[in-house]
């Protein structure tokens, strides 16, 4: 190793704030190790702090992930120590390895950038968020690897270009095959950080870029109108955005305050309805800003321009302007051919990478110029939550309306150059199809989803009564009389305590499972087996909860007119609800005294207050509007250490915190990310920092494990602000936008409930449309499986069914629905994308143990009958089904090598492309891997046949709709006199069109098809007869397509590439 020069230390450690910094005069081998290495490539890399090994040897990087680092950089022909400078964001070892505290990264700042300043890097390489946070948390306040890591950010303040990656201390934590991935995503950015600098002048210049220089404020009429005549005569190429009043423009306060166009590098900003006196809200022409004489010309060009189609148009998320333009201007949008927020969404599907704040600050080094607006915004996410951009200044308004027109014009030229370079096919096919799918889903916002208002007041009131009268009968009962003369006080229902002492100390009944803890559990599963009225009353009223508190609530609070209007993305992707496991403490106002560390989650109620950060991390108390058991799923663990300051000196404390991985877990700078996505160096913020965060205990991402067992995970929604604390940390709640994909489906007393007050349009039926096994099929497609294509050839198989005999050890008349479908999600999908018989086997047996045998499920359990066949206990199982699996690879060899060779193409490429041209890239586990590939491509399919399905109807100008894309489904608002018309077309797109367009499909494609009567709900949807099924399809055209996709398999066939 190199020496390294001491004395920079000491001479620069007068110019930092050593004084003030925890570490300083703290016991070190190696205090304030000074920056080394030749640095000949002129690149510095910075990691997070020194190691013990480094400590000892007096020099960075010596430690296991500096082996995994010069591992990295030999293997790319380069030397660590003679092509690099290196040194750490916080100069001194942190006591007990810790990560380096925010304060100490700001105390260490001048040492940093003294060092970048001598030494002038033109690339300066961070590792990890720790680094990242010293080098730009200043300018940026959401900061993660995951989201900055593989790109080139030019910093003009420092003059030199910031490149990041993952901390390999982080590679080395990962599994194998993962730590893989992990690595070449590692090595494939410092090999594009080195190529960069090879590129970069030795007497680099980074040049700010200034884009208030670029915006003209517009406020008179004679401007305006000027503007608008060189549009109309120029017709150039303009990106235009909105400022508007909220999200969604269906309400009829709706308002747009201001609009802003850019053409050839020069933004214009106007008021459209912004008031004549600020913070006012105008009802009238009058009361704008232009008032009513000017007020009807300025929407007249306006709208002009919007509708011209000789003015190819831009915007950044052309859904939001389209619909805005809609509804706030009476126009349908022409020309709008580029969303770059879309497809930078295609460049790069990393969450929430595609915003035009975060593009600007990646791409160009602007940061900032949002401050200003974001005290006007709602902290609240619905809809129709209002903003008070009417109060901002006007012209602090247009200069930020018009900075984000100019960007959103510069990124999107910057975009065209990626797609037309080497004319990427792929890119383009992709970006096609999504923008097609972006106006399609703009009809959806347009005609939005009828709701029976007053059927959901209704039966939230009936609920309610209902929950009420249980209430009174529990508590009336002699059950809880008895109680009451034991305990000398009232009964808790929601009390698990209260709960055990009431059913098994005084009724005397047995749990049949104990808690993590050990005590007697109360859960459903549990009362569900007791024979006391009270128990099953308990049941009734934490299920009536949940309908009244979790699916009907969501569509009152967002109904207009009687519609909700749900928003249906392409740059984004929903999953399941996030949920936090059974026995993690809240941090709630009240019962401190039997509670002092916060009240279980399970125990928390609608109407408790919970401790809570705004939006600018000062602390809050909310009402919970939501609680509720949300599942049984597998979790993981986050482990965090704590530090804190006593009389005896720096102490940490160990804890964690059991959620779902896609849980959202908040950092201490704000932002969130979801607990899969956490990496070393992530600051938590806790409830510690409800005193203030500046003087707060330190708390620090871990580690984290896999749960091997599947748990009871719960959930809540808080009004405001939505986050809380859980096990002391800081996180996410539910989702507060209505969401039709939530709707229940197999719980048949919710989906009756929810699915009735949905409707179609007056004198409608409603339909819901959707493929027949598509994944399965896209499997076989993509994977050219021969096992698997005959199955999906003959339609008188069933790979489900026989899998699950076996998984079973099931006959034919040991058989039915429920246990086919747990066979075929909790085993089939799960080893197709990369799942292992242990896990399998846990969800099996928790999904499957209780059902009963037979055709009508009125036989045996199937715990029972395993049982008799040797398998007593969960470990048995899953040594069964670990031989069940090994057979199940030796059938499906084909899959087997399939996922094999993305793995290979991902390591060769650094990301999956989909046959729709869609790339996912960056650091992908094997799980992402292969479900993206099979995941996005039916999704895709999909889209493809609504867009066919919603030009036939925009062209055929039908009175029939399409109201959204539910999961796989299409769900239709169809005009009697059009249903032979509609649905005969639906069918031939997506059984016919389809599968011919697309040369990958090698197996026949089916819809299944469910309709009601005229104004029937959702929930009224019946599955057409057989003869309707033939009735609706062209014997020819089948034929035909028949033969055309044998042919492909034969040709396949020939070429050997079936496996």
Known sequence: MNSVDWTEAYRTAEN??????????????????????????????????????????????????????????????????????????????????????????????????????????????????????????????????????????????????????????????????????????????????????????????????????????????LTFSALFEKLDKEKPLVAFDYETSSLKPQHPS??????????????????????????????????????????????????KFLIDPKIRKIAHNESFERIWS?????????????????????????????????????????????????KYLPSDSSGYMPNTLHDMPLEKLLLYGGIDSFLTEKLALEQMDVFNFGNNKPLIRAAELFHKTNISFTENQKTGIRIDKDYYIRVSEGLEQRVNRLTQ????????????????????????????????????????????????????????????????????????????DTYIAQYLREESCGFVYPFFHTHTTRSGRSCIAKGSLILAARDFEKHPNGVPIEDIRKGDLVYCFDD??????????????????????????????????????????????????????????????????????????????????????????????PIDVYDIEVEDFHNFFANGICVHNSASLPNPQNAPKRNEKAKKLIRRGILPLPGHKMGEIDFSAIEVKVIGCATKDKTLLKYLWNPKSDMHYDQTKELFLLSDSEMNKALRYNGKSDFVFLEFYGGEASSSAKYLWHDSVDLKLGPNADGPTLLQHLRKKGIKTLYDFIDHVTVVEAAFWKKYTGVKAWQSNQCKYYLEHGYIETPFGFRRSGYLSKNAILN????????????????????????????????????????????????????????????????????????????????????????????????????????????????????????????????
């Open 16 to 221: 930092s704030n050593c004084s003030g910094c925890p570490l300083h005069n703290t016991d070190q081998l190696s205090p304030n190790m000074p920056t080394s290495g030749e640095g000949k490539l002129g690149i510095m890399v910075i990691g997070e702090a020194a190691g013990e090994n480094e400590a000892i040897e007096g020099t960075q990087f010596v430690g296991s992930s500096g082996k995994t680092l010069r591992a990295a950089i030999s293997g790319l022909g380069y030397d660590l120590d003679r092509d690099f400078w290196k040194t750490n964001v916080v100069r001194c070892r942190p006591p007990a390895g810790k990560k380096p505290t925010k304060k100490e990264i700001k105390c260490c700042n001048p040492l940093l950038f003294n060092s970048i300043r001598k030494r002038k890097p033109k690339i300066v390489l961070a590792l990890g968020t720790s680094a990242l946070t010293g080098l730009i948390g200043k300018y940026i306040t959401k900061i993660a690897i995951s989201k900055f890591r593989g790109c080139i950010i030019p910093i003009p303040e420092h003059n030199f270009f910031l490149a990041s990656t993952l901390h390999p201390s982080f590679v080395n934590r990962q599994w194998p095959p993962d730590n893989d991935f992990a690595y070449a995503t590692m090595r494939e950015d410092i090999k594009d950080a080195i190529r960069y600098a090879e590129y970069l002048p030795a007497n680099l210049q980074v040049e700010p870029l200034e884009p208030q220089k670029h915006v003209r404020i517009v406020t008179d009429y």
């Open 254 to 303: 709706r308002r747009i305050w201001s609009m802003s166009v850019c053409f050839k590098g020069i933004s214009y900003s106007f008021p459209v309805y912004y008031p004549k006196v600020r913070g006012t809200y105008p009802q009238i022409p009058e009361d704008t800003h232009w008032g009513k004489d000017y007020l009807p010309l300025v929407r007249e060009k306006i709208i």
């Open 326 to 374: 809609h509804f706030g201007l009476g126009a349908n949008v022409a020309s709008l051919g580029w969303c770059s927020m879309t497809n930078q969404h295609i460049l790069d599907s990393r969450k929430e990478f595609c915003g035009l704040k975060l593009q600007a600050f990646i791409r160009w080094g602007v940061h900032g110029y949002d401050d200003e607006v974001k």
């Open 473 to 548: 009968e529990v508590n009336q009962s002699d059950a809880v009389t008895l109680f009451f003369n034991q305990e000398q006080r009232p009964f808790k229902m929601n009390s698990p305590k209260d709960l055990r002492t009431l059913l098994f100390d005084i009724l005397g009944e047995t749990s049949t499972k104990l808690t993590a803890t050990g005590l007697d559990s109360v859960d459903k599963s549990v009362l569900s087996e007791l024979k006391t009225p009270v128990a099953k009353k308990i049941i009734q009223i934490r299920e009536l909860n949940k309908l009244k």
């Open 616 to 709: 600018n991390l000062n602390p809050a108390v909310k009402k919970v509007k939501w609680a509720g058991k949300t599942g049984h799923r597998e979790v993981v663990r986050v482990h965090f250490i704590q530090f804190f300051y006593s009389l005896s000196g720096q102490r940490c404390r160990h804890g964690y915190l059991d959620l779902t991985p896609e849980h959202e877990v908040r950092l201490i700078d704000g932002r969130y990310v979801p607990a899969q996505d956490l990496v070393e160096g992530d600051i938590l913020a806790n409830s510690k920092h409800l005193s203030t965060v500046d003087k707060a205990e330190e708390c620090y991402f871990e580690s984290m494990e896999r749960q091997e067992q």
């Open 932 to 1059: 993206t590939r099979i995941q996005s491509t039916a999704a895709h399919f999909l889209w493809w046949c609504y867009n066919k399905i919603q030009d036939f109807i925009r062209k055929e100008k039908l009175k029939s709709r399409l109201l959204g894309q539910i999961h796989d489904s299409i769900l239709p608002s169809i005009h009697p006199e059009e249903e032979d018309y509609l649905i005969r077309k639906i069918n031939r797109v997506m059984t016919f069109e389809a599968p011919k367009e697309f040369e990958w499909v090698i197996v026949p494609i089916d819809i299944e098809l469910e309709l009601g009567d005229v104004d029937e709900s959702w929930y009224d949807l019946k599955e057409v007869s057989a003869d309707y099924y033939k009735n609706i399809k062209n014997p020819e055209e089948s034929a035909a397509l028949t033969q055309l996709l044998k042919g492909r398999v034969n040709r396949l066939y020939r070429q050997g590439l079936l496996l």
